[in-house]
T-cell receptor, first 110, second 118 residues
Framework: RKEVEQDPGPFNVPEGATVAFNCTYSNSASQSFFWYRQDCRKEPKLLMSVYSSGNEDGRFTAQLNRASQYISLLIRDSKLSDSATYLCVVTGTGRRALTFGSGTRLQVQP | GAVVSQHPSWVICKSGTSVKIECRSLDFQATTMFWYRQFPKQSLMLMATSNEGSKATYEQGVEKDKFLINHASLTLSTLTVTSAHPEDSSFYIC??????????????FGPGTRLTVL
């Protein structure tokens, strides 16, 4: 079983739509959680950290459910520029290297 | 924010040659850098952890004699792919870790190096 699992998509949505991505992780000792964004043939860029209390950054809302080992990302009012691959990322106990999911591809259409 | 550079950004080489990729933290010191590899349509996979002044720690299945890592200074780590073969063709990305204590460590990624072995 993969350490971090995501639906690969693609999710094709119209501009203005709300879209949600989910991710599950297998290591219950994982300590830190993130969503990264990766554009085609580019390096990943940090979108936001994810906390149990949930956190929001503009149109983006992230949620962590430790009991279910589940992370979500909600994007409201999708823009064309949101088209990218969204990577769910976790770190383990005492381990600062990042474990990446394979990503969910989002295509926002005009 | 912090900047990490990689050089070269892309390289094409013949099978059997060695390729060196540099990862530099430009405006901060990084005692720890990570090397990842990403094949098409796949996730980034950690290859090794590079610690300044000590030997790198390799992930299971990564040959340390094939992927030589040197972290000789606080701002530079190098990855050398020795005797490269077509199956080594991939996107190699480094990241550098700032040190603010474990809870505030932040990783900054380099722009990646696309290696094509003919």
């Amino acid at each position: 079983r993969k350490e971090v699992e995501q639906d690969p998509g693609p999710f094709n949505v119209p501009e203005g739509a709300t879209v949600a991505f989910n991710c599950t992780y297998s290591n219950s000792a994982s300590q830190s959680f993130f969503w990264y964004r990766q554009d085609c043939r580019k390096e990943p860029k940090l979108l936001m950290s994810v906390y149990s209390s949930g956190n929001e950054d503009g149109r983006f809302t992230a949620q962590l459910n430790r009991a279910s080992q589940y992370i979500s990302l909600l994007i409201r009012d999708s823009k064309l520029s949101d088209s990218a691959t969204y990577l769910c990322v976790v770190t383990g106990t005492g381990r600062r290297a990042l474990t990446f999911g394979s990503g969910t591809r989002l295509q926002v259409q005009p | 924010g912090a900047v990490v550079s990689q050089h070269p950004s892309w390289v094409i080489c013949k099978s059997g040659t060695s390729v060196k990729i540099e990862c530099r933290s430009l405006d901060f010191q990084a005692t720890t850098m990570f090397w990842y590899r990403q094949f098409p349509k796949q996730s980034l996979m950690l290859m090794a952890t590079s610690n300044e002044g000590s030997k790198a720690t390799y992930e299971q299945g990564v040959e340390k004699d094939k992927f030589l890592i040197n972290h000789a200074s606080l701002t530079l780590s190098t990855l050398t792919v020795t005797s490269a073969h077509p199956e080594d063709s991939s996107f190699y990305i480094c990241s550098a870790l700032t040190s603010g204590g474990a809870s505030t460590d932040t990783q900054y990624f380099g722009p990646g190096t696309r290696l094509t072995v003919l």
